[in-house]
DNA sequence: GGTTAATGATACCACAATAGTATCATTTGT
DNA sequence: ACAAATGATACTATTGTGGTATCATTAACC
């Protein structure tokens, strides 16, 4: 089991590339430097465009830059756009048999865990990593 | 992304649903109660069984009680049984480009909630669930 | 002692998510 | 015009999860 999948920590590491240099950056460049498969990391950074995370630029010299700030690109943010929906445990019991889920221990121990994480993933930002 | 299967959902109120029994319970009536698939429900009983959280009892009358004391259930153990290491992410850069992970600012970041996960999963046992 | 009701062991199947690859179209600097 | 870049899209491979199916073994009960 893991919680960050490689989508992501590609994600995360290219962004923060971007964001030290500070400048346009290639697909070309990040796959040298970051060492992962080009059209991968092509597929990648195309959804961060698509996302407006990062904003790209076709043609020669073309490449992709940061669109917003640092500060407001938080883990879970990247981690939503690829991993859709963060949750522990959507309750697998059928709703019949687990009528009343305000009174089920195991969910509300296991919410206030899962509120735990997603608090801390959003504190964490690109501007904290660089 | 979920933190927690069907697998270890099931295992978990399976094994809530015998520890207040407090007797052998067979997966017959088990299915009934929780109304999950009687041989998938069997294939998580042996497992537990075979990990020594429950003790089994072949023949007529015969079923699965706890092995252990409830205190001694940590979510975390029956989820390591079900879903192997927990772990948020096992840093997916090749080691020659990551050489010093004691400076990555991510892993770290990464580390110390997987941590404080771990540690809350650790504390809640089936006794607390009960 | 045979029948029946239970688990043990094991092999198999189905589906979804993840991790890629491949290809052609489009844009832009030189 | 050409080369270097991304856009869009479709395809493939691998793995994990969620099961099903089958036969063997054990033990209570009549």
Redesign the pocket.
Known sequence: ??LI??????ALRAICYISIHQR???????VRVLG?????M??I??KL??QKIL??????????KLKISPHKISIIKIMRI???RIGINGC?LKKDICPNRGKCVLRKKIQSIEDNVIRQLTQINIAALV
Chains 1, 2 share one sequence.
Do not use: C, H, W
């Not at 950056?25 to 990040?30: C, D, G, I, M, N």
């Not at 992962?36 to 991968?40: G, I, L």
């Not at 904003?55 to 992709?64: L, M, R, V």
């Open positions: 089991m893991k999948t490689r989508n992501t920590d590609y346009i950056v290639s697909v070309a460049e990040l992962v498969p080009q059209p991968f092509r597929k950074l195309q465009n698509q904003q790209s630029f076709k043609g020669s010299n073309g490449g992709f690829f991993q859709g697998f």
